[in-house]
């Protein structure tokens, strides 16, 4: 109730309009207005100072959480490695094997958890086999607690760069966790259809959904394929998007999706079940948005693009520290990233009313105009060959690109404003920024050797042997990861002998 003494209802529409609930799904996947999952994107260093964040945040309030790992890590390579140094512990957290997970999640009970997200795309199969052989070690059914795990590589392709075999095995890979997952694990989520970092690279609204759902269709064509049942598999997924500053295109932006995305499930893939094509939303707010300048005004960013997810009706939200322009947050900042998310879910009211923009006549006709700019776009992507052959011939990296400058000419010229950068610029002001230790590193390649001396060398070399034979037999190589990871075998070495099997991407040159 508000603090007028006026009864907010769930749902506000006329008898005979679409109510949330309802195919296809314009006003949300459920008609009972209830909180978001409210998570933090973390991690930094070794896995022992990300726990003690990630324990903290849980104290906070919390109800899941997001892993960032280095980019070390989401290439496959070892702590120890010459290729990682300078990067270990830089922006996420270094893990290398079983024994750094187990760090990881100290004293963090995953019964008790509703989601650990992860930005696993390249390694996704092995953060399955990492949890997995956790789960078990901890005498807890892995369907017990959700694991989120992002696992779309093809948009690495596209947008973020962290992809390590060439397009066709990256996809299998993909789809084994996926398989996997859909058959042993439903209670997970083996994909997350990842739009944001799509997003973040210039890509307008409808490009950010299009290009999500091209992907989305080179996962679900191949587990059928495969003779995995569409509606086995949809249920468990959901996607990631964007939140940028457009803020009523922003909402018809999410509004329009989940109606493209019933619609292409029921009539293309002819989906029976309502779960299958009910789009769920991880919403996070834009990191493009945040600027080095006056950070401070970034809260004010966060806040506003919170409000519209929450208006949206998302099922999962990140907000953005103010200071992640400027480096990994620091604790005071990743809590107030969260406390912006409890104020706009308990204290606004917006938790009550499903969908309260509703017939509004600019919500409306922008949902419309989205949807169709999205139906034109996956149409054109479908001509072209599909999302592998966008990918291979460079056409997603060109329109990526070509978005991008646009955007850029626009700040610069200053036809879209930026405060602090293009409009009422002023001195930056004085912050306090996250150090990373510079130790960390040397600390991380000894945990490695410790590893590496401890575990039992033989059952290595048997468990990648194995791995070995299930890439070159086609099969689905989770059991055999599982088998690796628990013999203690590093994420570099799991990559290195796959790479054997498949191959190194080579960048395809866009003119």
């Known amino acids: 109730m508000s603090s007028e003494r006026i009864e907010l209802k769930p749902d506000y529409a006329p008898e005979g309009a679409e109510h949330p609930g309802e195919f296809p799904y314009t006003r949300g996947v459920s008609a009972e207005p209830k909180p978001w999952i409210m998570g933090q994107y973390s991690g930094f260093g070794t896995p022992k100072e990300s726990n003690q964040r990630f324990r903290a945040l849980l104290d906070a309030g919390v109800t899941g959480f997001s892993v960032a790992m280095d980019l070390p890590t989401q290439m496959g390579i070892d702590s120890d490695d010459p290729r990682a140094a300078g990067e270990v512990g830089r922006v996420g957290v270094a893990i290398d094997s079983l024994a750094d997970i187990e760090i990881l999640m100290d004293r963090i009970p995953l019964h008790e958890i509703t989601q650990v997200r992860t930005t696993a795309n390249s390694i996704g ?141 029921r009539e293309t893939y002819g989906a029976q079940e309502e ?154 002001e004085p912050l306090e920024v996250f150090r990373i230790d510079p130790g960390v590193e040397e600390s991380q390649r000894r945990a490695v050797a410790d590893v590496r001396a401890r575990r039992d060398g033989a059952a290595v070399h048997a468990a990648l042997e194995d791995l070995r034979k299930a890439a070159e037999a086609g099969d689905n190589v989770l059991p055999a990861t599982i088998s690796a990871v628990k013999a203690y075998a590093t994420v570099g070495e799991i990559v290195g002998v796959l790479r054997e099997v498949y191959g190194s991407w080579q960048p395809t040159a866009v003119f």
């Open 125 to 265: 199969y092995i953060w399955a086999a990492l949890f997995i052989a956790l789960a078990e070690k901890q005498g807890v059914d892995p369907n017990e607690f959700g694991l989120f795990i992002q696992n779309d590589v093809l948009k690495e392709f596209i947008s973020r760069g962290t992809q390590i075999f060439p397009a066709e095995p990256s996809l299998k890979l993909a789809v084994d966790t996926i398989e996997y997952c859909a058959q042993r694990v439903p209670n997970w989520t083996p994909l997350a259809m990842s739009g944001y970092h799509i997003r973040e690279s210039g890509a307008s609204a409808a490009q950010e959904i299009a290009f999500t759902f091209a992907n989305a269709r080179s996962y679900l064509d191949e587990c059928v394929r495969r003779g995995v049942s569409v509606d086995v598999v949809a249920p468990t997924l959901f996607t990631f998007l964007a939140i940028t500053m457009d803020f009523l295109p922003e909402v018809a932006k999410f509004r329009a999706a989940r109606r493209v995305w019933a619609k292409l499930l």
């Open 275 to 428: 779960k299958s094509q009910q789009l769920r939303i991880f919403a996070f707010t834009a990191g493009s948005s945040l600027t080095a300048q006056q950070p401070m005004n970034n809260v004010v960013r966060a806040s506003v693009e919170a409000t519209a997810a929450a208006l949206a009706g998302v099922q999962t939200m990140h907000v953005s520290a103010y200071d992640e322009a400027l480096g990994v947050p620091t604790e005071q900042a990743a809590t107030l990233a969260l406390r912006t998310q409890q104020v706009v879910a308990f204290e606004t009211g917006l938790t009550t009313t499903l969908d309260p923009f509703a017939g509004s006549y600019a919500i409306e006709a922008l949902t419309d105009e989205i949807e169709q700019q999205i139906v034109d776009l996956m149409k054109h992507i479908e001509e072209r060959g599909g999302a592998l052959r966008c990918i291979d011939d460079g056409w997603f990296a060109q329109e990526l690109a070509d978005a991008a400058y646009r955007l850029n000419q626009q700040i610069e010229s200053g036809e879209r404003t930026v405060i602090g950068v293009n409009k009422f610029p002023s001195e930056t």
